[in-house]
């Protein structure tokens, strides 16, 4: 049902029945219109699109409003703690302020537009405005899922070129050195352990001594340490299906990793009654709980680099050197893919694509002594 009712100074009101909601209530839409002819012409493809079943029924819900109701009822209960507050905190920092107050079915492609390229000459990161997009794209894309907006704006922007960092890894002489500048560090384990078997650091962090097979020289990856500020921290799944994992490790990391477990022993027996609670942690302070990333890096890692006289690299730039030095000695790229938990083979070979050149070189040396060596020798 659909019909005009003149409301008076050649204004249309457009009224199309939709239908009753959850409560038994009837939900029209209405919209009033100059001039009849005009109204006219908006009934005829509102009754198309009522036809179609592409009507939308958004009220006069705000775009803030709806982020809100999606964050809370969808996003909360499909993301980790740590990505969902990051995606309410991007919301009221770039996206709220901005746009918050359209309302979401006169939200414009324009409008969206505007507000990444104020992002960038705001001097924010082309990554920044990507990901902001990957957030209200996502928010959009439930209210055409729930019929509120007939399609998705943030799908008809230009994004910004996404500039690729060049990969930081240690050489395999700096990969050397820096190995010798940890044998009088307290979380020498820690250091042999990342860089040899690729771990990103949360998961190293988040090891219990089950997880680690000193008789087969092994470590399962089952979970991930998060920490999110003012929450303290807890224990995730694997960021990925395939980071569930289990890694042959190295000898040297073994005996190191028994050394660390020796020493933790002896720190427990020295605690006194209730000072330190057992919970299975592979590194653990004084008290039993999980380390701190950040104080490792800041009061341990950057102070062995600074003194070994290395480059000034992140902790998790340890888990690219394991995957570089691998890949730069001929390693099959299936193989890292599957050490360090990526998703893909593609992945791995996009993240690492410096060392392919070196790979390729490699493999026509080969080559050159395969078909050519016996030519050369005559």
Same mark, same amino acid.
């Not at 493809?45 to 982020?67: A, C, F």
């Not at 770039?94 to 006169?106: C, H, V």
């Not at 988040?206 to 999110?228: A, E, P």
């Not at 070994?308 to 995957?323: G, M, V």
């Given at each position: ?146 019929? @509120? ?64 097979? =000193?008789? %087969? ?43 660390? @477990? ?18 299975? =942690? ?6 039993? %709980? ?18 070994? @006289? ?69």
């Amino acid at each position: 049902m659909a019909n005009l009712i003149d409301k008076g100074n050649d204004k249309w009101m457009v009224r199309v029945y939709l239908g009753r909601d959850e409560n038994g209530k009837t939900k029209f839409h209405n919209k009033t219109i100059k001039g009849k002819r005009e109204a006219q012409a908006y009934l005829a493809k509102m009754t198309t699109q009522k036809n179609e079943g592409t009507i939308t029924d958004s009220g006069r819900v705000k775009l803030s409003e709806h982020m809100e109701t999606w964050l809370e009822t969808v996003v909360k209960n499909r993301v980790s703690e740590k990505t969902y507050l990051d995606y309410k905190d991007r919301t009221k920092l770039y996206i709220t302020p901005e746009i918050g107050n359209i309302r979401l079915d006169r939200l414009k492609p324009e409008q969206i537009q505007e507000l990444y390229n104020d992002m960038l000459e705001r001097n924010l990161s082309p990554r920044t405005v990507r990901y902001t997009h990957t957030i209200l794209r996502n928010c959009l894309q439930q209210a055409v899922k729930w019929n @509120k907006i007939y399609r998705n704006p943030a799908n008809l922007v230009d994004l910004p070129k996404q500039i690729k960092k060049e990969m930081v890894a240690l050489t395999p002489e700096q990969a050397d050195k820096f190995m010798k500048a940890t044998i009088e560090s307290q979380h020498k384990a820690f250091f042999s352990l990342l860089i040899a078997s690729g771990m990103r650091p949360g998961e190293a962090l988040g090891l219990k001594w089950g997880d680690i097979d =000193f008789d %087969n020289r092994r470590v399962t990856v089952n979970r991930s340490l998060t920490r999110v500020i003012g929450k303290g921290w807890s224990l995730q799944e694997p960021k990925t299906a395939r980071s569930r994992r289990t890694i042959p490790l190295p000898k040297s990391v073994i005996r190191d990793l028994k050394e660390h @477990k020796t020493k933790q022993n002896e720190t427990i027996l020295e605690a006194e009654e209730g000072e330190y609670r057992e919970q299975g =942690f592979v590194f653990a302070n004084s008290e039993g %709980n999980p380390l701190d990333e950040r104080n490792i890096h800041r009061r341990h890692f950057k102070e062995i680099l600074k003194k070994a @006289k290395l480059p000034d690299i992140r902790l998790y730039d340890l888990r690219h050197t394991c995957a570089t030095l691998l890949l730069s000695a001929g390693e099959n790229p299936k193989v890292v893919s599957e050490r360090l938990g990526h998703a893909s083979i593609n992945l791995t070979l996009d993240t690492y694509s410096h060392v392919l050149p070196d790979m390729q070189q490699s493999a026509t040396d080969k080559l050159e002594g395969i078909l050519f060596g016996d030519a050369q020798e005559q």
